[in-house]
């Protein structure tokens, strides 16, 4: 399937058009309509190879918002039409301890990311959000609810859950205190997340603009 998208050719130019083919849609997969996707510093950490291993043309981009646009036979938590995010991982070995214990991050054989990642399906390079479609597998995309801004909704599939997970690990409430070091794109996210949380909030910065 013919795809629009940017990508970086090399680690200097700037992004531009590019095209290509995304998979067919196999039994277990979600064909996704691309509506909105964030940019995270990660996305320009790869696109300049200041991680020292992209491989070129680079299409970024992994916080996904898009509309459902055909499902596999395979698949019935997602009908066509529905609002769904994907973050920034769409595989993994799904067999191995971490996978198991749904710690498919720490998969043990290669998480396969978003972007910039071996694609078992294709036998070459995942390519990003930044691009009109993904088709990605059921276990890897997410439901949003349709009552939500949904350009808004897109920074949560890196830059909330990075937040959220820890402030949930530590069970933060009502009469906490959290310090948010930095008000960028997580710390705002921090802030909010924990002040949603009941906690009382401090904000460490060296920017007298964001006091």
């Known amino acids: ?85 994907v973050g920034c991982m769409v595989d993994s070995c799904r067999t191995c301890a971490n996978c198991k214990d749904n710690l498919e991050q720490f998969c043990e054989k290669g998480t396969i990311f978003t972007y910039n990642s071996p694609d078992k399906h294709t036998g070459g390079i995942t390519y990003g959000g930044y691009s009109e479609s993904i088709v990605v597998d059921k276990e890897f995309v997410l439901k949003i609810p349709k009552n939500l801004d949904l350009a808004a909704t897109a920074p949560l599939l890196c830059a909330g859950i990075t937040t959220y997970s820890p402030l949930r690990y530590h069970n933060v409430s009502k009469g906490q205190k959290v310090g948010v070091v930095g008000l960028g794109g997580l710390g705002h996210m921090g802030v909010k997340l924990a002040k949603a949380l009941g906690a009382h909030v401090v904000v460490f910065t060296t920017s007298p603009g964001k006091g």
């Open 1 to 85: 399937m013919k795809t629009n998208a940017y990508a970086a050719q090399n680690a200097t130019t700037p992004l531009a058009p590019f095209s290509f083919e995304r998979r067919e849609l196999g039994e277990h997969d979600v064909q996704i309509e691309i509506l909105y996707c964030g940019v995270c510093h990660s996305d320009l950490h790869t696109v300049r190879s200041e991680w020292s291993s992209t491989t070129y043309p680079c299409v970024p981009g992994h916080e996904i918002v898009g509309r459902v646009k055909n499902v596999g036979a395979k698949v019935n938590k997602f009908r066509e039409g529905d609002t769904v995010g």
